[in-house]
């Protein structure tokens, strides 16, 4: 079951840049609380209860809106600031208990290697998500796969991930998640994608010679400056 936190917010009225610069300078975070087939509602996160509660495993949130109201929400988006690592604004969707709804979790490699390690492979994780659906208390925080059996040249797709009971995968079944190659295949890829980049040299003209430049006959004479007397 995915990992749920508890938020106080608060229904704010203005929105905005510059007002969203200066709630952001008092320690609040503009949020939005989007629902299925109702007006979506202006809202304020405490950043310091954000900071302590929220991580990338995190998907379902328990909100008191104006110390009254609880209602259940999926994180749907967290917009940084790229410089400075802080959380500009937060996408929330409001969802019932008894609602499907879909999120991507992350995926996580066992703690044992693959054997095709040992025989001289290179382990690649192709995807770090996946998007599932299930009903809200079903929803797992992550999903961890037994790695430890791939040998070289094989791999395991979506479809093969251990997913918990009522949780289905959406993303595509044969996405490759994990795959163990031989270091020659990665090498020989590096190689050719090295290959692929570099650029052609360009072969620059002959400069013309004073010879092919110069007008020739009675041109030359005609092009030729008069003496001074």
Do not use: C
């Not at 009254?68 to 937060?90: P, R």
């Not at 003209?205 to 092919?212: F, L, N, S, W, Y």
């Not at 006959?217 to 400056?225: S, T």
């Amino acid at each position: 079951m995915s990992k749920k936190i508890e938020l106080n917010v608060k229904t704010r009225q203005e929105s905005g840049s510059a007002f969203s610069n200066r709630i952001r300078k008092s320690g609040l975070i503009p949020a939005i609380i989007y629902a299925r087939g109702a007006e979506s509602r202006k809202v304020l996160l405490s950043n310091v209860e954000w900071a302590k509660s929220y991580n990338n495993e995190v998907h379902l949130v328990s909100l008191k809106l104006d110390e009254k109201d609880s209602l259940l929400a999926l994180i749907k988006e967290v917009q940084y600031d790229f410089i400075t690592g802080g959380v500009m604004h937060v996408d929330l969707q409001e969802v019932k208990k008894d609602q499907i709804i879909t999120a991507t979790i992350p995926v996580h490699a066992g703690l044992v290697p693959p054997v095709g390690i040992s025989q001289g492979g290179i382990l690649d994780q192709v995807l770090y998500e996946v998007e599932v659906k299930s009903l809200p208390d079903d929803l797992p925080e992550s999903i961890t796969v037994d790695i430890s059996k791939l040998g070289i040249g094989q791999a395991i797709h979506v479809r093969e991930l251990p997913l918990p009971s009522g949780v289905t995968a959406v993303s595509h079944a044969e996405l490759v998640v994990f795959h163990v190659q031989s270091k020659g295949t990665e090498e020989e890829a590096k190689a050719g994608e090295g290959e692929a980049k570099a650029e052609p040299e360009l072969v620059k003209p002959p400069k013309a010679t004073a010879a092919a430049d110069a007008p020739a006959g009675k041109d030359a004479k005609a092009a030729a400056p008069a003496k001074k007397k």
